[in-house]
């Protein structure tokens, strides 16, 4: 857990600039040997900082806090009106995993959990998710539908969607969506997409909704990371740390207005947004399933979501997602 003492010394460090120790002291009433204690349990959270005789102590790349009340003031009128509860949390393990612990309680619905610092974040075929605290976005949407799971089949495209569409107010050219739940830019991995659905087979059903999305990661935390990946931070420049709050509020509004209009209009809605970003499109890949090995070309996705390949010997095949992983060659 991230103390009280902790979290008022990183409100102070969030700035980027020097602090001495003897002024953190003196505003926290704590003594130096404290601050310097404090301070390497920084490291265990994923944040580096740097310490200069003379100058004190600074973080390596400055944050913008996450703040409940910011974020609502960029929430639409209709996440405001939908939204039941908005939790934002110092630490978790994993955002999913809580929001899938609360929806055991039938009353709870429309429910967001935004985390600081995952323990143990997670993407897609249980891979790990490096989630260092403050930099990134880790969030979860919780969402219940009372037809039975087989309806909210290809709402992970239609979420890919509404990512691309907060992520459009921020002007960057090349970012595309890598079938079926990674945002991408020029073939590096900027975040993730990661439903969790249950049930009933006949309704109703609920589905968790997690996104993580890659705002500054340092060198060393990206060492667990085992394909080419990039940050906003490189793609928008330093200060996209200072519109952390703003861009979890789009990103919640695109999400909802995608997760309320879903029942009525379903994938069908999304599959020409989702074909525009498509950045798998025409592009040779390998596809492995289990052991299976499979090469060919991506020849885009069908009404349904699966993905289209061509085969070297011209046979065209469809593929759920399910347990596929597709590598561009």
Request: aromatic share 8%; charged share 20%.
């Amino acid at each position: 857990m991230v103390s009280d003492t902790l979290k008022q010394l990183l409100q102070l460090l969030a700035d980027g600039e020097f602090h001495s120790g003897t002024e953190l002291s003196q505003t926290l009433g704590i003594s130096r040997t404290s601050i310097w204690k404090h301070l390497q349990t920084l490291s265990e959270l994923g944040l580096e900082y740097v310490a200069v005789t003379g100058k004190g102590y600074r973080l390596t790349q400055a944050l913008q806090l996450l703040d409940l009340e910011t974020v609502r003031c960029h929430l639409s009128e209709r996440s405001q009106q939908l939204l039941q509860g908005f939790e934002i949390h110092d630490v978790l393990d994993s955002t999913n995993a809580y929001l899938m612990q609360l929806a055991r309680n039938p009353s709870l619905n429309r429910q967001v959990c935004v985390a600081e610092h995952q323990t143990a974040g997670r993407g897609r075929r249980g891979r790990q998710w490096v989630s260092p605290f403050g930099h990134n976005l880790y969030l979860s949407v919780l969402w219940r539908y009372q037809r039975d799971p087989s309806s909210v089949a290809g709402l992970s495209l239609a979420i890919g969607v509404a990512v691309m569409r907060a992520l459009k107010r921020l002007g960057i050219d090349g970012l595309g969506l890598k079938w079926p739940n990674d945002i991408y830019y020029r073939q590096q991995k900027l975040g993730g997409i990661l439903l969790e659905v249950s049930g009933e087979s006949s309704g109703p059903c609920h589905v968790v909704v997690g996104l993580g999305l890659n705002l500054f990661l340092a060198p060393a935390q990206s060492t667990a990371i085992l394909q080419p990946w990039t940050d906003l931070a490189t793609l928008a420049g330093a200060d996209i740390g200072k519109l952390r709050n703003q861009l979890l509020a789009w990103l919640v509004n695109e999400i909802i207005d995608v997760l309320a209009d879903y029942d009525n209009c379903g994938l069908n809605a999304y599959l020409d947004p989702w074909r525009a970003y498509d950045c798998l499109y025409q592009q040779a890949v390998t596809l492995s399933i289990g052991e299976q090995v499979i090469e060919g070309t991506v020849a885009g996705i069908d009404d349904n979501g699966f993905l289209l390949l061509m085969t070297p010997d011209g046979v065209s095949k469809r593929y759920a997602s399910g347990e596929v992983s597709v590598k561009i060659r």
